[in-house]
T-cell receptor, first 115, second 114 residues
Framework: GAVVSQHPSWVICKSGTSVKIECRSLDFQATTMFWYRQFPKQSLMLMATSNEGSKATYEQGVEKDKFLINHASLTLSTLTVTSAHPEDSSFYIC???????????FGQGTRLTVV | AQSVTQLGSHVSVSEGALVLLRCNYSSSVPPYLFWYVQYPNQGLQLLLKYTTGATLVKGINGFEAEFKKSETSFHLTKPSAHMSDAAEYFCAVTEGYNFNKFYFGSGTKLNVKP
C-alpha cells in the first residue's frame, strides 16, 4: 500500500520557538494532505486541509497564523507550529489519500513537547 | 453532519476471550466507516473499512465488523483476543465518497489480561 512518512517522530522545543513537521507521500502524489491533532486521552481532530499550490483550509477554531501549512510539492506538506507554547504539546498526524482516492494513509505521527 | 460515538473508553478482556468494541455513528449521507488501531507512540493502522457491498467486513489480525444501518452501528469484534491486540482503537466515518475529512470517535483502549 501507499506510504506516508512524517518527520520527526518526536521533538522537544522551548516555549517561543517554532517547529516544523514534514509529511511526505513516498510512492504517490498527493494534491491534498490533512493534518490532525490528538491531545492526551482524546481523539484525533482535523486541523486543516493542505492543498498543493494553494492556501490551506483550516477548521474552525484553529489559528492559521500559529499553524502554518505549506504544500509546495505533490509529495510534501509541512506544518510549522510558530511561537510554540506548552499547550501546543500534542500528537500531530498527517494523512493523504491514495491516487485512487479510495483510502487514506496516515503518517506515523509526531509527538511535540513544548517546555 | 457526521459524528462517531465509541462506548467505553477502556475495555479489558482475558486472552482468548471475545473482543467487542462498540461504535455508533451519525451521518447525513451514506457513510464510509473505518476502524483504526494505534499502538503507543505510533500512527494509525487501518484494520478494516466499509464502503459499499457486504455489510460484514473482515480485516487484518482476525478482526471483523458489521455495518448495521438500522442501528447506525459498526461494532468491531474478534473471537479470541491475543496479548498483541492491546492498543487503542478508533472508529471513524467519512462522508461517503468524500475521503477528505475523517470524524473519529474518542477511542477505546483495549487491555488484554493473561
Amino acid at each position: 500500500g501507499a506510504v506516508v512518512s512524517q518527520h520527526p517522530s518526536w521533538v522537544i522545543c522551548k516555549s517561543g520557538t517554532s517547529v516544523k513537521i514534514e509529511c511526505r507521500s513516498l510512492d504517490f502524489q498527493a494534491t491534498t494532505m490533512f493534518w490532525y491533532r490528538q491531545f492526551p486521552k482524546q481523539s484525533l481532530m482535523l486541523m486543516a486541509t493542505s492543498n498543493e499550490g494553494s492556501k490551506a483550509t483550516y477548521e474552525q477554531g484553529v489559528e492559521k497564523d500559529k499553524f502554518l501549512i505549506n504544500h509546495a510539492s505533490l509529495t510534501l506538506s509541512t506544518l510549522t507550529v510558530t511561537s510554540a507554547h506548552p499547550e501546543d504539546s500534542s500528537f500531530y498526524i498527517c494523512s493523504a489519500n491514495g491516487q485512487s482516492n479510495t483510502e487514506a494513509f496516515f503518517g506515523q505521527g509526531t509527538r511535540l513537547t513544548v517546555v | 453532519a457526521q459524528s462517531v460515538t465509541q462506548l467505553g473508553s477502556h475495555v479489558s478482556v482475558s486472552e482468548g476471550a471475545l473482543v467487542l468494541l462498540r461504535c455508533n455513528y451519525s451521518s447525513s449521507v451514506p457513510p464510509y466507516l473505518f476502524w483504526y488501531v494505534q499502538y503507543p507512540n505510533q500512527g494509525l493502522q487501518l484494520l478494516l473499512k466499509y464502503t459499499t457491498g457486504a455489510t460484514l467486513v473482515k480485516g487484518i489480525n482476525g478482526f471483523e465488523a458489521e455495518f448495521k444501518k438500522s442501528e447506525t452501528s459498526f461494532h468491531l469484534t474478534k473471537p479470541s483476543a491475543h496479548m498483541s491486540d492491546a492498543a487503542e482503537y478508533f472508529c471513524a466515518v467519512t462522508e461517503g465518497y468524500n475521503f477528505n475529512k475523517f470524524y473519529f470517535g474518542s477511542g477505546t483502549k483495549l487491555n488484554v489480561k493473561p
